[in-house]
C-alpha cells in the first residue's frame, strides 16, 4: 500500500509541474525574470510549496487555493495575475487533488498528459495597437508623448495640449506649440 500511495504522490507532483509549467502567468514571470536572478528555482520550488499546500490541507475551496497561488506570485515574483487564470489553474489543480485523494493515478496521469499536450510557449512581446499602426501608415511624422496622458476623442487631459501638426516636415526648431506645460519638450520623429 505505501508504494501506490508514493506513486500517486509522485503522479499528483507530476501533474501540479504540468499545470504550473503549462500556467502562461508563470511562464512570463520565469521568463523575464520577474522573480530576479533565480526565478526559475523559483518557480521549481513552487511545485513542492502547491502539492505540500495541498498534502496538508485536505479540504481546500477555490477561492483559497486560488488566494494562495496569487500570494505566492505576488511574494515570489512581483506579479499580480490579473489574467483570470488563478481559477482556471486552481481548478486544475483541486481536480488533480482530488483524484490524488481517490488514488486514481490513471486520472491523474491523463490529467498531466493533457495540460502538457495543451501548454503551449508563451512570450511577452510589445504589442502595437491599431490606433498606433494607422499613424504610423498615414503620417511617418506623428508625434509620440514621452509620458503617458489620458486621451479622450484627440482631446488631450492632465494640462497638456493636443500636438499641432508640423509645417515643415525638415524642420528641427522647437516652435512654442511644442513646449507643453511642466516644461517637456514633444520630440518629433523624423522620416
Request: aromatic share 6%; glycine share 8%.
Amino acid at each position: 500500500m505505501a508504494g501506490a500511495g508514493e506513486d500517486a504522490r509522485a503522479l499528483f507532483r507530476a501533474g501540479v509541474r504540468a499545470a504550473l509549467e503549462a500556467w502562461p502567468a508563470l511562464q512570463i514571470a520565469v521568463e523575464n525574470g520577474f522573480g530576479g536572478v533565480h526565478s526559475q528555482e523559483k518557480a521549481e520550488w513552487l511545485e513542492g510549496a502547491v502539492e505540500d499546500y495541498f498534502i496538508r490541507n485536505a479540504d481546500l475551496e477555490q477561492e483559497e487555493v486560488e488566494d494562495f497561488l496569487g500570494e505566492l506570485m505576488t511574494n515570489e515574483f512581483d506579479t499580480v495575475v490579473e489574467d483570470g487564470s488563478l481559477p482556471q489553474v486552481s481548478q486544475q489543480l483541486q481536480t488533480m487533488f482530488g483524484h490524488f485523494q481517490r488514488g486514481d493515478g490513471a486520472a491523474l496521469r491523463e490529467m498531466a498528459s493533457h495540460i502538457t499536450q495543451k501548454k503551449c510557449k508563451v512570450t511577452a512581446t510589445a504589442v502595437m495597437t491599431a490606433k498606433e499602426t494607422d499613424e504610423d501608415e498615414v503620417d511617418a511624422d506623428s508625434v509620440e508623448e514621452m509620458e503617458v496622458t489620458a486621451m479622450n476623442d484627440g482631446a488631450a487631459t492632465d494640462g497638456v495640449r493636443p500636438q499641432p501638426e508640423p509645417s515643415d516636415p525638415n524642420s528641427q526648431t522647437i516652435k512654442e506649440e511644442d513646449i507643453v506645460e511642466d516644461g517637456w519638450t514633444i520630440v518629433r520623429r523624423k522620416k
